[in-house]
Structures are given as C-alpha cells and as structure tokens.
C-alpha cells in the first residue's frame, strides 16, 4: 500500500530535549515537505527536500532541522524543542521534482506537545 | 506575509445544496492552485487542481474556478453531502526557482448538515 508514515503519532515532551520525528514514504517520491498545522493558520511549510541531499527552508523553518540522506526517509529534529512549537506535524511527499503541480501525499501526522 | 486567504473559517450548509469555498492569493507568480481535504485525525487528501491557463476544472460533484484577474478561485461543491465535511486547504504553486515551496491558506471548516 503507497504510504507516507509518521512516528511518533503523539509526543509530549519538555523544553529542551531534543527529538526527532521520523517520516518515511514508500512511493519512491523525490520530493518530501514538512508542515505544522496551528488554528487559523493553516498549513505552514517548515522544510522541503527536492531529492537526496537537497533540502530548503519553508516559510517557518526557525527552531528546526531536517535532513535527506536517503529517497524515502525525510526526519524532522527539534534540536531544543520549545513551548512555541507545540502544534500538529504533516509529513508530504510528492512523484515529481515539479513538486509545484503533482499532488502531495501526507502522513496521518504527528501531535507533538512542548511544556 | 499571508499570499493564500481563505477567509471564511467556516461555512455551514445544507445537504443537497451547493458549497462554495473561497480562496484569494496576491502571489501574481502562482501558476498552479490546488484544494485538499482534511479529515479529523488525518492527513490532508488531494481534492482537485486548475493550471492557472484554464479558468474551470471540473471533477464530479467538484469544480473551482479560477479569476486570474482578481486574484481568485473558488471550489463548488454540488450538492453538497454530509461526507463532505471536512476542513478544506487552498495550495498556490509558483513556478521557477520557488517550485518547492508551496503556499496553503487558512482553511475553512466545512460542514454539511443532513
């Protein structure tokens, strides 16, 4: 079955202490995103990745890191995780570098609480 | 700076009758618009898309419309059914060397009452 999948689903965590959220698509896309979801907000960017070991800020990406070492994993790390960054996380990816026009699929998300 | 405005948070209707969910971008570069839908505990899914050459898409009970020149599109649903609740996300795509970053609105609840 073509997925995108998250781990954790649910976190909750203290300021600080560094986590990582994983993302993994098995559709062979080249093109991977991370979003947060905030009330009134939308979704907002925070990191896109064209292909292996090409990443590229979003509109939000302060506070995190991402990395692309390999096609079908795309981890998003909170180095130093605050209270700000508690919202609902979507992973996405999608078939074509044009990522602008293929539709993206994404994760079931990740609900992460910072105290 | 927001370049994607959905600005009804919510709209309430009425089974069998149409939905109209708006969407305004001021990103003249967006050449691609998309709608997802999004389910509670779910990630969004991919609803339909108009090229910003072509001011209509249809797909089913779904169309949007696009206003090039004021900067506007539109997704109808007719009619409208209870399934159809659901939080709906405008996308804008711009082209060139932006074309992986990629703009959402606000979104607007959706719900169809039977």
């Known amino acids: 079955e073509a997925q995108v999948t998250q781990n954790p689903r649910y976190l909750i965590t203290v300021t600080g202490k560094k986590l990582t959220v994983t993302c993994s698509q098995n559709?062979?896309?080249?093109?991977m995103s991370w979003y947060r979801q905030d009330p009134g907000l939308g979704l907002r960017q925070i990191y896109y990745?064209?292909?292996?070991?090409?990443?590229d800020k979003g509109d939000v990406p302060e506070g995190y890191k991402v990395s692309r070492k390999e096609k079908r994993n795309f981890p998003l790390i909170l180095e130093s995780p605050s209270p700000n960054q508690t919202s609902l996380y979507f992973c996405?990816?999608?078939?074509?570098?044009?990522?602008?026009?293929?539709?993206?699929?994404f994760g079931p998300g990740t609900r992460l609480t910072v105290l | 700076d927001q370049q994607v405005k959905q600005n009804s948070p919510s709209l309430s209707v009425q089974e069998g009758r149409i939905s109209i969910l708006n969407c305004d971008y001021t990103?003249?570069?967006?050449?691609?618009f998309l709608w997802y839908k999004k389910y509670p505990a779910e990630g969004p899914t991919f609803l339909i898309s108009?090229?910003?050459?072509?001011d209509k898409n249809e797909d089913g009970r779904f169309t949007v419309f696009l206003n090039k020149s004021a900067k506007h599109l539109s997704l109808h649903i007719v009619p409208s059914q209870p399934g159809d609740s659901a939080v709906y996300f405008c996308?804008?795509?711009?082209?060139?060397?932006?074309?992986?970053?990629?703009?959402f609105g606000q979104g607007t609840i959706l719900t169809v009452h039977p």
């Open positions: 990745s064209m292909n292996v070991e090409v990443t």
């Open positions: 990103n003249s570069m967006f050449d691609y």
């Open positions: 996308q804008g795509n711009a082209g060139g060397t932006s074309y992986g970053k990629l703009t």
């Open positions: 559709m062979n896309h080249e093109y």
């Open positions: 108009i090229s910003s050459i072509k």
């Open positions: 996405a990816s999608s078939s074509s570098r044009m990522g602008a026009t293929d539709t993206q699929y």
